[in-house]
């Protein structure tokens, strides 16, 4: 059965840093293009990152120069660095292995001003 789990969120401070996790199961995540999402209150889930199998790295405008989007293939285990936090990157993180559309139950991130 293929299932994703996040962890890593917590609460900081405006201009910190917080890596994001998600381990695979039941599937090689290398193997698989790999993303993630982020849901803010109120606003519509939204992609921001992509990483395809052969290292190919995507992401959305929001985040590109302070997020990394990485795997370790030996842990089958997908990050997302966060650096730079802004309050507008609060929001629920959820991982998602694109070809299965499988989706992990998220996890939170809140940064203060």
């Known amino acids: 059965q293929v299932q994703l789990a996040e962890s890593g969120g917590g609460l900081v401070q405006s201009g910190g840093s917080l890596r994001l996790t998600c381990v695979g199961s039941?599937?090689?995540?290398?193997?698989?293009?790999m993303t993630w999402h982020r849901q803010a209150p109120g606003k519509a889930r939204e992609w921001i990152a992509t990483?395809?199998?052969?290292?190919?790295?995507f992401y959305d405008d929001s985040v590109k120069g302070r997020f990394t989007i990485s795997r370790d293939d030996g842990k089958n285990t997908l990050y997302l660095e966060m650096n730079s936090l802004k309050p507008e990157d609060t929001a629920v993180y959820y991982c998602?292995?694109?070809?299965?559309?499988?989706w992990g139950q998220g996890t939170q991130v809140t940064v203060s001003s």
């Open positions: 998602q292995n694109h070809d299965s559309n499988t």
């Open positions: 039941g599937f090689p995540v290398s193997d698989e293009i």
């Open positions: 990483l395809f199998p052969g290292g190919a790295t």
